[in-house]
DNA sequence: GATAATTTGTGCGTATGTATG
DNA sequence: CCATACATACGCACAAATTAT
């Protein structure tokens, strides 16, 4: 390999650049180039520093800069985690599923989880406009990005307006197309709450992460054109592997 | 109390709604009317039920249907605290911190923690269209709301166009009022990021929170109305106090 | 670091009132 | 009137997580 010669020119005769910075830019473009993407994990201290023939504090101020710089997340006692590959999750008026992971070369795919239909408690009454007890129809699902799971999807619709909706959902067809049966053209985000929070151990293990390390939960509440709520959803994200995005609407 | 008759009555005659319906009825007017707002802890199980002269089973059916109306969040081995009172950060094109807050009726104040010179790592350089290692003005501030804190405000200012900032803080002049000084008459939020992660101990600790709770960290880029990047800043949120808000840009 | 006290989570059994047929 | 099913309420005991000593 090219890397431990850089090394050996160092050794040789000062090349006026620092080991730590050589080795940092080196395990920096390694990163970009996904060599670790498998585990999403570097190799331990002991094991670069061996590969660079360095010593581990030299290899530490390497991986440090590489945390500065966000490239890696370092996590004392369990290991040092490729960070860059948060996916982003676009927050935004038009904010859909699917579109969101293919513009980013992205395969976006769900599985059902449950689906049944419930009362309403207040707050979510009252984000539907609904009363208190009102009958609603919910569905868990979980949200998946290459197979690997991202997030937890709850949603909620009025049973009223979208009776025989739970039918429909074993054929596969995307959740804007069961929408477009029921007469909804259209719809946009109005409002989005996030949250932070500790998951359940069922949760962790549904999102494939570790109990110890936080999610995101996103509340969200969608409107039809002329205003109506249509649905209101509780998401759980992987705190490891997403990252929410936020930008002024571009897209009108 | 009027609580406790409650119970009287249905201990004499059926009331037609069940003693746990009527509990959390009674708790949540509570919460709402702020009774346990100085320790934003519920009492006890134990308490409770003592207090509504209930078994403690019948009380926990009360408590969580407040949790799943949000009004509280359970925490085992910890207790039941008061959940309603999260402050709202609002992202927006126009975000600022004190008028964020004073919208809610909530007093802002800032702590000055650390400010000076440093070099820009790879990735704020390239947010800010900066040369890695170009000279950035680091700005780091403890946000409080009524006195209480709610995040960590850490903000980069290329040093180039802002030279001479960091002695204008002591003046106690709000940031929008510095950059003013600078010429820039208005400025936008153009993206916000949005991940989750446990605090360190030190940030813990400044905010006021258990370290074993997350925190939110809001990676954010300001330019002015020629586009040019301002202001990079990493604030990280008191998860247990602080809720985001996204909403569609109302103010153009 | 070890221990005890506090607090929530869970299981079992029992009893009662209500709705259904 | 009786049988059944279900929700509600009580009592006791122990597990698990957290905090204080």
Redesign the interface.
Known sequence: MTTEQRQHIFSGRPSGVSVWKQIAETL?TEIRDRAFSLTGRLPSETELAARFRVNRHTLRQAVG?LQ???LV?IEKGRGTFVQHE?L?YT???RTRFSENLLRQGLLPSKQLLTAHEMAA???MAKELGLEMGAPVLMVQTLDEANGHPIGMATAYYPAMRFNGLLDMLSDGSSSTDILRHFGVEDY???????????PSDETARLLKQPA?????CVECLDVDMQGRPIKYGETVFC?DRV???????SVA
Chains 1, 2 share one sequence.
Do not use: E
Request: aromatic share 0%; no cysteine; glycine share 8%.
């Open positions: 920096g800069a500065l710089d966000g997340r948060l982003d927050l935004s008026r408690p207040l707050r946009v985000r109005a409002k989005s709450q996030i949250t932070t929070q500790m110890t390390r936080p999610v995101m705190g990252q929410l995005v936020v930008t002024p609407d």
